[in-house]
């Protein structure tokens, strides 16, 4: 047993102890028992992003926040979606009829997000959503019951397609994942590169996962375009990055720009294939003392460096503890009010706060991966080159076609 998991099963058992002792916030949370569960891709192409780490992010959440709110213990379940919107729907509808579970956390692929958070809507339940890409997430499909935590698509494309723009990558072929997270950042992206004077001059989707590119980066050779975007993530961005290499994509000239790169994908595939990529990211581990120690925790537990899904899954999850022990109740609009009516500056999140179509925003990065002789370790991969204010990476509310926006 690790010692997160040690402590956290010393937290519930005192917290059990002392349940009898009820107190009058205790009375307003539901079956004496706030009851979270994890939903995300455990086995497939997003395991490493978020997956068992992610739990143990939430683990630790947990225990640092000692087990109980206001004497009720805190009690976690979890499940693989297998990156299915209907077994991701299916296990939700389970928890809440059979476990009354009051949050779900984790939520990962876009397609079972959209999916969980109508069934969270129907039943009053919160969501907060830390792995998923699609700005869609709170823009056309917001709902009142969910918050979306760490990045999404919009920052990403204004971000990364905007600085390799300027940098003179003008004409683009996009090679984008064939789903909800794919379809949002390739629209995200075009928009981008053609307001700052790009243009998309091809493209190419692809079934989500793939093993085999293959035809598809010899189409984004033939296309002639300066920049070969990957509009993907995960397993699916390494394979791409890998075949993109076995193909001689670089030495022929043509830059790759991945749009949704995480730590784990540029630590596997090593910097002599990664260096000098410009990437956008929410949080880096080695960005301030306070990420680094809680990503050295983090490390002992797990024995890697967290992505910023990992990291945004406990920010997220202590967020929505203090604000269930601050309304004294587990009621989900309670807490999303509470929740929303306090500024977000941890580890995590610089300049965070909730608007009212459920997205956080908070301050997003310019990274460029290093060069193996510039790193000093293994886990130094990134250079942080400039910050995006919270106001100005993502979507603004004056576009927003989210219900609950009054425009």
């Not at 297998?82 to 956390?105: C, F, L, P």
């Not at 106001?391 to 927003?400: D, M, Q, T």
Request: some cysteine.
């Amino acid at each position: 047993m690790t010692l997160i998991k040690k402590r956290l099963a010393a937290s519930i058992a005192m917290a059990a102890a002392t349940a009898v002792v009820a107190t009058t916030a205790q009375a307003e949370i539901s079956d004496d028992e706030v009851r979270i569960g994890y939903l995300a891709d455990m086995s497939g192409t997003y395991r490493d992003l978020a997956g068992p780490g992610g739990l143990t992010a939430l683990e630790m959440a947990v225990a640092d926040f000692g087990g109980s709110v206001n004497g009720a213990p805190i009690v976690v379940f979890s499940a693989d979606d297998r990156n299915s919107a209907d077994v991701g729907a299916n296990t939700v509808r389970e928890w809440i009829d059979q476990r009354n579970v009051d949050m779900v956390a984790g939520l990962v692929a876009s397609s079972v997000t959209i999916a969980v958070t109508k069934v969270l809507a129907e039943n009053n339940r919160l969501g907060l959503v830390s792995g998923s890409a699609a700005s869609s997430v709170t823009n056309e499909h917001c709902t009142p019951n969910h918050i979306h935590w760490v990045y999404d698509t919009y920052p990403l494309a204004n971000g990364t397609a905007k600085a390799v723009v300027e940098q003179g990558g003008d004409t683009w072929f996009l090679l984008t994942a064939d789903y909800a997270f794919g379809h949002a950042l390739e629209a995200d992206v075009t928009s981008v590169v053609e307001a700052n004077g790009g243009e998309i001059v091809g493209g190419v989707r692809h079934p989500f996962p793939t093993s085999d590119f293959s035809s598809y980066i010899l189409q984004a050779q033939g296309s002639g375009a300066k920049i070969v975007g990957l509009a993907n993530a995960g397993a699916d961005t390494v394979n791409a990055i890998t075949t993109a290499s076995q193909f001689g994509i670089t030495q022929s000239g043509q830059q790759l720009a991945g749009l949704l790169i995480f730590l784990n994908d540029v630590h596997a595939l090593g910097l002599e294939a990664t260096q000098n990529l410009l990437l956008t990211t929410g949080w880096y581990w080695d960005m301030d003392e306070q990420s680094r120690e809680w990503a050295q925790r983090y490390f002992d537990e797990v024995g890697r460096m967290p992505t910023m899904v990992q990291a945004g899954i406990y920010s997220s999850t202590m967020h929505y503890l203090k604000a269930v022990e601050a309304a004294g109740t587990d009621e989900a609009q309670a807490v999303r009010e509470q929740m929303a009516s306090e500024p977000i500056n941890d580890f995590f999140a610089r300049n965070g706060r909730i608007r009212e179509d459920g997205r956080m925003v908070h301050d997003m990065y310019l990274a460029q991966v290093k060069t193996p002789e510039a790193s000093t370790g293994e886990w130094d991969l990134y250079e942080i080159l400039s910050t995006i204010p919270a106001e100005e990476a993502y979507r603004p509310l004056s576009e927003s076609q989210c219900s609950l926006v009054q425009n």
